[in-house]
């Protein structure tokens, strides 16, 4: 769990807290994969006790560093260190004007946060002018502890300097969330040292300078569905949560809804998975607006750079799959998503639908049988897939008990064991809804994991 508080002044208006809000909750929903594993928190001034202290108490404080660290608010209290934005403004204020030193205010403050063994990441959305930057700062602390560096960052923002647009404050957030997660690493291509390393990719959001355009490209990326940030800068960021220890990365199964079979029902909603920044993953497909054969190809050329390296995993997964099975591969390239088609012997095919490697969709047509649900061996294909990510699997609640059950026999026979989440209670109205056989594989494993258990409780 990492939490990434929003730090706001009292006075601070409520939309600019809201903005900041939304700010957060925008990039964090760019992980869908680590979707469990943030929490937002909002910290204002507002409730001043134990922050603040009169005269009188200060007075009768004993003569130690917290003393000495204390300040004056302008209304004639003590501000006690490290416990309010007022202290940390009022500390870091460089001499002579209403500026913020955010080098100092960033340093102190992260120290504090890896001192007290926090794991959470402080951004403070000021009403003041910064130095030396102006829109935005990160910085941080590395702590080191019998011979373990343990690294701390803070993020100040300055709603002045972006004139309270509240877009304009979103994107500057999310850039210095970029920094925060190492988008934009020295040493990594297309990397521009500028107040430092900045992105060079056509209007990243992690460019060095043009705030207020890339302000405008953000908005525009998002009507759009895409991120503000580059591929290698997602790459850059991805590759950095996955080195932090408290988060934790979750494959998402999710079952494609049937086909319509003929009757199609009147104004029937489409059931989509849709998230701020992917394309909707479990969407009805409507036949017609399926792309003509010739635009599935099986040799796969590179698309000009909209050539998401996430998709090159699950490709090469499911293209070994197809061969290990003697069946037909073939992909949609000029969808965004990855969208795969596995057409098996017995004429039945399996269709892969994913918006990024963590969300993935499974659906099944033209079955001899009718069952449109992925059989259990697909099912075990999933569990391997997220294996092989070193992940667990997040049983989506919308999927039907059958799809569930299927992926929750494969997870349960697992080798080695595969975390979950989401998974359905093996109630018995539960198992009323499942196929005969289904349902009996499923009690079956359940007996043999009990018994198991029994075995190693070294009960008789
Ligand atoms: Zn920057
Ligand atoms: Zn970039």
């Not at 507002?46 to 917290?66: C, F, H, L, V, W």
């Not at 799809?403 to 359905?424: G, T, V």
């Amino acid at each position: 769990m990492k939490k990434i508080v929003l730090h706001i002044p009292a006075k601070m208006n409520r939309a600019l807290k809201t903005a900041g809000k939304e700010a957060i909750e925008e990039f964090v929903s760019m992980f869908p994969e680590y979707k469990d594993s943030f929490r937002i928190e909002i910290r204002d001034d507002a409730n001043i006790r134990g922050k603040e202290i009169s005269q009188a108490e200060y007075d009768a404080m004993p003569d130690n560093e917290t003393k000495r660290h204390c300040l004056t608010s302008p209304r004639g209290t003590w501000l006690l260190p490290h416990k309010s934005m007022e202290w940390y403004i009022l500390s870091s204020q460089v001499s002579g004007s209403d500026k913020i030193d955010v080098k100092k205010m960033t340093t102190q403050q992260s120290a504090y946060v890896v001192n007290d063994e926090n794991i959470e990441i402080p951004i403070c959305l000021v009403n003041n002018n910064l130095s030396p930057s102006c829109y935005g700062y990160t910085g941080g602390v590395i702590k080191t502890k019998n011979g373990v560096g343990t690294e701390a960052v803070s993020v100040v923002v300055s709603a002045k300097a972006c004139q309270n647009n509240n877009e304009l404050i979103k994107t500057i957030i999310i850039h210095e969330l970029g920094h925060v997660f190492n988008a934009t690493h020295t040493g990594r291509a297309n990397v521009v040292e500028s107040n430092g390393p900045h992105c060079k990719n056509h209007l990243c959001i992690m460019g060095a300078s043009g705030y207020p355009e890339l302000n405008r490209e953000r908005l525009r990326r998002k009507q759009n569905g895409n991120p503000p940030f580059c591929d290698e800068c997602i790459a850059s960021m991805r590759e950095c949560m996955s080195r932090m220890p408290e988060l934790t990365r979750r494959v998402q199964a999710q079952q494609m809804p049937q086909q319509p079979i003929q009757t199609p029902q009147p104004q029937q909603t489409p059931s989509v998975v849709s998230k701020p920044y992917s394309m909707p993953v479990a969407q009805q497909k409507n036949p017609s607006a399926m792309p003509p054969l010739e635009q599935w190809h099986e040799c796969l050329k590179p698309e000009p750079h909209n050539n998401r390296e996430w998709k090159k995993d699950i490709r090469e997964f499911y293209q070994n799959v197809a061969a290990r099975d003697g069946d037909t591969y073939k992909e949609n390239i000029t969808s965004q998503n990855y969208v795969a088609r596995i057409k098996k012997t017995d004429g039945s095919t399996l269709e892969i639908e994913a918006n990024n490697e963590y969300n993935i969709a499974l659906g099944r047509t033209k079955t001899p049988d009718g069952d449109n649900t992925p059989t259990i061996q697909d099912m075990r294909d999933l569990v391997k897939l997220a294996q092989q990510k070193h992940s667990g699997m997040n049983f989506s609640p919308d999927n039907t008990p059958e799809f569930n059950a299927r992926l929750l026999i494969a997870c349960l026979e697992a080798h080695p064991k595969i975390a979950m989440k989401n998974q359905p209670h093996i109630t018995p109205e539960f198992l009323t809804k499942l196929k005969p056989e289904t349902k009996h594989h499923l009690q079956t494993i359940v007996n043999n994991t009990q018994a198991q258990l029994m075995r190693q409780g070294g009960r008789s």
